[in-house]
């Protein structure tokens, strides 16, 4: 069971703010997304290897060579907020 | 004699380096020049998190880790894979961390470190990659701060993250073991220590075998062993007021000297930390064999050897092997000259000149080092004139030969000197008179004359033991 505590606790962490009226209402539908995804735990894995792929490959790599950066205006085109080539964002600590 | 640890101090140390002699990031293929860049001008939309990019893995990278991890005495995995390590910070603007997480490339190491009662074995917990987050710099002090700048060249950035057993137990430790981890991957050519950011500590410091405290924010080897002299201090005098130790986060203050409680974090667990979609596993553990045979001589086999094949004592073939370059630089000034002669003038003379003005052995040539050894033990000039020869390469160029001829550094001939030996002795009755007579210091005043009438080219141990000889003939 998810509380109203852990969804503001997961809010903070993604930095979203949530009201308490929200809380109980996300906390309610995040417990039926659990409740739905734990009939999986009825599915018997005894001796199945976990799967983060599923895909069976690995190994992909790239060589170490240099490709081409961004212009620097480009970087800076999605934002207004930047000063001598970087990004400025609130006082941050 | 065996250290008793009084005060049963522990410290851990989580050291990250940054693998910068890699030529591009570790998922793209940004340059990894960007230290006298533009701000944000070696990113791409890979290390920018811009939707819809994907990282690909450096191969390099990997082997670069695997060297570093083979280096340290480490077993490498069999199988692994990258994680997500999920904050919400600017300083990468994806809001996860790339990292490794239950598999690290590298575990269960160890290396040795002259520790305080000789040798001392540092245990290594693991070592695995991960990515570097960008730099941010606050406008104005942190805590007035208007703002915070984002430079993303940095994002991206291959680090190897190093992470040892708390068996430091002295601040002392904890530097010689951070010199060593310097000199070992300096020895395997994977980072420059020299460049910005090159290495960062993390500690975690315990005292009365008591819970840890973690101090971040620790950027230089000096930073270090104060951080830790501090902490060390501030745990032991709140245990006396009747304090316990919690477990806790504290700030390094570099310019104050200080470490300062910061918030209490997210705890392990709010990292979410789970498997990157966007990368396939790695198994990578049949690299293994050949990457050892690339592994070079390292600090402790170069050391003994020096010891062996050069009849050096430990000291000097200590302070010769810490950077492979001055290594390099020796063993080839030991193949000219006797290597006994090589290790003075290098590692006593030529190092202490370069330190003293932050240079690097890369300041002076093999070349000139064994002309100037040379010139001294084929008495053509003064131990002394061969120190001011190095100290005028150094500051102002030129070739020894050419110097020697210009400030006529040349030893004269022993006649010369005799015969300011019978004048000084000659024109200072008085002092001689006083000597003879038990004033030891008159001695000195003569052998200066001596030193006058050669202008300073004759060696003032053999005029003084030529004034000596004379005066009791």
Known sequence: MITKEEVEHVGWLARIEIDAKESDAYAEKLNSVLDYFGQLDEVDTEGVKPTYHVADIVNVFRKDEVTESMPQEDVLANTEHKQEGNFKAPKIM | MVYENPDGIRIGLEVHVQLNKLKTKLFCGCSTEYHDSEPNTHVCPVCLGLPGSLPVLNEKAVEFAIKVGLALNCSIVEQTQFHRKNYYYPDLPKNFQTTQYDFPIAANGKIIIEGEDGEHVVGITRAHIEEDPARLQHMGTIDRSKGTLINYNRSGMTLIEIVSEPDMRSPKEARRYLEKLKSILD???????????????????????????????????????????????????????????????????????????????????????????????????????????????????????????????????????????????????????????????????????????????????????????????????????????????????????????????????????ATAVEEAIAENPDAVADYLGGKEKSLNFIVGKVMQKTKGRADAREAREKVLAKLNE
């Open chain 2, 187 to 417: 020895y395997l050519g994977v980072f420059d220590g020299d460049l910005e950011g090159a290495m960062k500590a993390d500690a975690n410091v315990s005292v009365f075998w008591g819970d840890r405290v973690e101090v971040k924010n620790i950027s230089s080897f000096k930073g270090l062993e104060r951080a830790l002299v501090y902490e060390i201090m501030r745990q032991k005098n709140h245990i006396r007021r009747g304090g316990e130790i919690v477990m806790e986060t504290r700030h390094f203050d570099e310019a104050r000297g200080v470490t300062i409680s910061m918030r209490t974090k997210e705890e392990e667990h709010d990292y979410r930390y789970f498997p990157e979609p966007d990368l396939v596993p790695l198994r990578v553990a049949d690299w293994v064999p050949g990457i050892r045979e690339t592994l070079p001589e390292l600090p402790d086999a170069k050391r003994e050897r020096f010891m062996e094949q050069y009849g050096l004592g430990e000291t000097h073939a200590r302070a010769l092997t810490t950077e492979i370059k001055v290594a390099n630089f020796f063993e080839e000034v030991a193949a000219k000259v006797d290597p006994k002669d090589a290790a003075v003038w290098v590692s006593d003379i030529l190092k202490g000149e370069l330190n003293y003005r932050e240079l690097s052995i890369d300041a002076f040539t093999v070349e000139d080092i064994v002309a100037v050894v040379e010139l001294v033990t084929g008495n053509k000039i003064t131990e002394q004139s061969g120190v001011e020869i190095i100290r005028t390469v150094l500051d102002d160029g030129g070739k020894p030969q050419d110097i020697v001829e210009k400030k006529g550094l040349l030893k004269v001939e022993d006649d010369i000197v």
